[in-house]
């Protein structure tokens, strides 16, 4: 089974809809973070947290909000879509107690929003 | 403010052809580190390597090498014998270490086609 998963895959949404993506990880890592991949770009940091209590906003908060529901689940939330926010959503996880803190990724979602 | 360069957008070889992949990076911190990460088609990303900003020394895993250079701010990646498989984006990264995490800074992507 894989250590970070994510759900949905993929999602096609409608303009104004709300969507919630949900990224679970088994591998005990206390920090998580949410990427967005657009075409041709790399990765751009959205939030990020270090453990429940803790969580920050990255390069590209705005029209993103994220749950850190326990220490394996981290959502990501965008309260009302819209195409601009269409791309791949990477989850990765990291470890504090890990001396070269590498970030492990999930298998993406893409979201496409009509 | 820190920054990745990856020129090549695209590069395409023949099976068992060498091929680099060039990574120019920019930062103002004297500790940092810089990562690659392959894309394959199915969209997962997999970490190859993380250097440190101190340790200089090339890297050879496999077919997979990476050259490090202050002098140049480069870390470029070579593959030796290209395969079919190799076929991915492979993105460069950097972080700094002042920030309390690695805060990853991506490069755009170099697409890698190794064709038969």
């Known amino acids: 089974d894989a250590d970070v998963t994510q759900t949905p895959r993929n999602r096609i949404t409608k303009t104004g809809k709300r969507i919630m993506l949900e990224c679970s990880q088994t591998?005990?890592?206390?920090?998580m973070y949410w990427y967005r991949q657009d075409p041709g770009l790399g990765l751009q940091l959205i939030y990020y947290s270090f453990d429940v209590k803790d969580i920050n906003k990255g390069e590209i908060s705005d029209g993103y909000s994220v749950s850190r529901q326990a220490q394996a689940k981290f959502s990501l939330s965008l309260e009302s879509a819209i195409p601009n926010q269409t791309a791949l959503y990477f989850c990765?996880?990291?470890?504090?107690?890990?001396?070269?803190?590498?970030?492990?990724f999930g298998p993406g979602t893409r979201l496409t929003v009509l | 403010a820190q920054k990745v360069t990856q020129a090549q957008t695209e590069i395409s070889v023949v099976e068992k052809e060498d091929v680099t992949l060039d990574c120019v990076y920019e930062?103002?911190?004297?500790?940092?580190?810089l990562f690659w990460y392959k894309q394959p088609p199915s969209g997962e990303l997999v970490f190859l390597i993380r250097r440190n900003s101190f340790d200089e020394q090339n890297e050879i895993s496999g077919r997979y090498s990476w050259n490090f250079q202050k002098s140049t701010s480069s870390f470029n990646f070579t593959i030796t014998a290209s395969q079919v498989v190799d076929s991915a984006v492979y993105f460069c990264?950097?972080?700094?270490?002042?920030?309390?995490?690695?805060?990853?800074?991506f490069g755009t992507g170099t697409r890698l086609l190794v064709s038969p």
């Open positions: 990765a996880t990291s470890d504090l107690a890990d001396p070269e803190d590498t970030q492990y």
């Open positions: 990264a950097l972080s700094e270490s002042n920030t309390g995490f690695q805060k990853l800074v």
């Open positions: 591998k005990g890592h206390d920090r």
């Open positions: 930062t103002r911190d004297t500790t940092y580190y």
